[in-house]
């Protein structure tokens, strides 16, 4: 990355995990002066001009990224203890290495604009406006939870700041996120819905007629092709005729982007922002990387090598990427950064400990959110249990033991 502060440029090529010569003065950490990088490496526009390389950015922000995406990290390390301890239970999917997404995207959209995503959801929660707190009762099954305990690792949802889960059903979020834009071109509104999948999910019929109608409407839709190129434990060649996910829409634009680089990712949505409200949809492919399996029952490392993994971790991790451009910068010190990374462990500690305080929900919770307020049992009474019997034949027909030992139960004409 080429760096700048203010008119001042340094010109030298920041390539990931390489740390560049700094201006001496130092840079307050809460400045919200312009820094103008260039991302580490360029877009792939498909039938359509990709943005600049040049993102502006602030001491204030590169220290909030860090901020965050260190949150997050320590999130899913402390879930993954949660989960061998049996205190999470079912599935559980971490987003660790794929931080950036959700930090990048964040940072170039409002509250306003609606984001849907499938079951690794976690850190997109956070990055929505979620607590620590409910996050963990959730991923327990407490009371206090996000979704109060009924949802856990897969059902995250906060729909005051425009998040719409966690779904469980691979690709069936797209359609809905396809509906939220809808919902806001019939509204008239200026914002955008962003829906998210990943490249296990980028061959479903399902995506294909969401997107179809998307731009038959002009909707205001942006789809994120989370691609981190195993979907369970396949790789991506292996399951896909051309995994150029970005070109997967053919007739609708797409953008290829680095989704370690914060940065990228920011510059990415906005202009597939602009891009949407004035043409209808775009696809972004964002290229990542997740460390854990799959899921907490995947090791991840029967399909990939850990030479892989570990060769990721150096040179495209997301967090030292941000961390080399502060010290890059003089905007905080090494050991600065390592106190704000303790202290995200502390806070993650009384976190958790808060959660496990958390009742389980009533039992009664189990008849709530079932039917549209109005529809309930309360007006409708249950079907009478002799009803299990009733339609189960056609009238007149019968059942009689047929074989030799009349062991055998047919069904006979009057």
């Known amino acids: 990355m080429a760096l700048s502060t203010g008119r001042r440029t340094v010109n030298h090529l920041l390539k990931p995990l390489t740390a560049a010569v700094s201006a001496t003065r130092h840079v307050s950490s809460d400045s919200t002066a312009t820094i103008t990088v260039e991302t580490s490496l360029p877009f792939t526009g498909h039938k359509i001009d990709p943005p600049s390389r040049t993102v502006e950015t602030s001491a204030n922000e590169l220290m909030t990224f860090f901020k965050d995406m260190a949150e997050m990290r320590r999130m899913e390390i402390a879930a993954d203890s949660l989960y061998k301890a049996k205190l999470i239970r079912g599935f559980c999917h971490l987003y660790d290495g794929q931080e950036a997404v959700a930090i990048g995207m964040e940072a170039a959209i409002t509250k306003k604009d609606c984001i849907i995503t499938a079951y690794r959801d976690h850190c997109i929660f956070l990055a929505r406006g979620g607590g620590l707190y409910e996050s963990f009762a959730e991923l327990m099954g407490r009371k206090d939870g996000c979704s109060k305990g009924k949802g856990g690792s897969m059902h995250f949802y906060k729909k005051d700041s425009g998040f719409y889960g966690g779904h469980g059903i691979v690709g069936a979020q797209v359609p809905l ?16 819905s962003f829906a998210m999948y990943g490249d296990g999910a980028a061959n479903q019929g399902q995506l294909f007629e969401a997107l179809n109608m998307a ?116 905007i905080a010190t090494e050991k600065e950064l390592k106190d704000i990374e303790k202290e995200k462990r502390k806070i993650v500690d009384e976190a958790i400990a808060k959660a496990k305080e958390s009742p389980m929900p009533d039992p ?24 299990l019997f009733t339609n189960v034949y056609v009238k007149g027909f019968g059942v009689e033991a047929c074989g030799a030992d009349r062991k055998e139960v047919r069904a006979t004409l009057p």
Request: hydrophobic content about 35%; charged content about 30%.
């Open 364 to 387: 009664s919770e189990l008849f709530t959110n079932v039917y549209v307020k109005g529809f309930g049992v309360e007006e409708s009474p249950m079907p009478d249990p002799s009803e």
């Open 215 to 330: 731009a038959l409407w002009d909707l205001p839709a942006i789809l994120v092709c989370e691609n981190n190129h195993y979907g369970m434990g396949t790789a991506e060649w292996r399951a896909a005729k051309s995994p150029a996910y970005y070109k997967r829409g053919d007739y609708v634009p797409g953008l290829k982007v680095d989704g370690m680089d914060a940065l990228a990712v920011k510059q990415a949505c906005k202009f597939a922002k602009e891009h949407a409200l004035k043409n209808g949809p775009i696809i972004l492919e964002m290229d990542t990387y997740r460390y854990h399996g799959h899921s907490m029952s995947d090791p991840g490392s029967t399909y990939r090598t850990r030479d892989e993994i570990s060769g990721v971790r150096q040179e495209r991790d997301p967090i030292e990427r941000i961390r080399k451009l502060i010290l890059a910068h003089d």
């Open 177 to 192: 996120g396809i509906g939220l834009a809808f919902a806001q071109k019939y509204s008239k509104e200026e914002h955008v």
